[in-house]
């Protein structure tokens, strides 16, 4: 498969990717941690494609899932980080890549994966950009695109990660978590509504879709500099 190469990472990148720059750190542990949950949540079906979604708006799910994809490509699996955001996409920006093709122009036949798929920094990590934001992001991700697009995904990758727009924004997450082997669902310390997260349960439940776990995002610890990102189901 021929790949577009990108060594350098973003600044951008430097500052969210913790667990690559600074992969010791008790944040890094956590989300290895995370990473060790989500391996044995299943005993019958093998959990490869894994969606990352939020209740709402700046709760921290590009940062987690951005986060994850680099703890699973340090085991020396090779990983696939999807920018399925199709109405705010933040991936190019994290790991300074351009935008022109990616997920979208996949779905509409216009590139194949091998085109646009771009090595970073990190070794055994690939990100796929959104590509340009269509008008029908929902009809996409409910076509038999899509469903070949995992497919395919799979066969090349043992790990697709997708970042998602908030549960209770837009019906993309629901249509996506169908297609997944599992979620995770981000909350973020005393922002999120308890109200907002039982309601997205709820919707990932109606989309018969397998929760993997909550991550809790910006919880401040005591006697402590960082800020720990815990998940448990």
Not at 97 to 107: A, E, P, Q, S
Not at 132 to 137: D, K, L, V
Not at 192 to 209: D, P, W
Request: with cysteine.
């Amino acid at each position: 498969m021929a790949l577009k190469k990108k060594k350098l990472m973003s600044k951008d990148a430097s500052r969210k990717l913790i667990s690559a720059v600074d992969p010791k750190s008790p944040i890094s542990e956590q989300y290895r941690t995370i990473r060790t949950n989500i391996q044995y949540s299943s005993i019958d079906k093998e959990i490869r494609a894994i969606m990352v979604t939020s209740s709402g708006p700046a709760e921290g799910k590009s940062t987690t899932v951005a986060n994850l994809a680099v703890t699973f490509a340090q085991l020396g699996k090779k990983v696939l980080l999807v920018d399925a955001d199709l109405r705010k996409p933040t991936v190019h920006h994290t790991f300074g890549v351009d935008n022109l093709w990616g997920f979208t122009t996949i779905l509409t036949k216009q590139k194949t994966l091998a085109e646009t798929v771009v090595e970073t920094g990190e070794q055994d990590l690939y990100v796929l950009t959104s590509g340009p934001i269509p008008p029908n992001p929902a009809e996409l991700l409910s076509s038999k695109s899509m469903e070949q697009f995992i497919e395919e995904a799979k066969e090349q990758f043992d790990y697709v990660l997708f970042d998602t727009p908030p549960l209770l924004a837009v019906a993309d997450p629901q249509i996506l978590a169908n297609q997944c082997d599992g979620t995770i669902l981000v909350v973020f310390s005393e922002r999120t509504e308890i109200e907002q997260a039982k309601k997205s349960k709820e919707l990932l439940e109606h989309a018969q879709s397998k929760l993997l776990g909550v991550v809790l995002n910006h919880k401040e610890v005591k006697n402590s500099d960082y800020y720990y990102y815990y998940g448990a189901k």
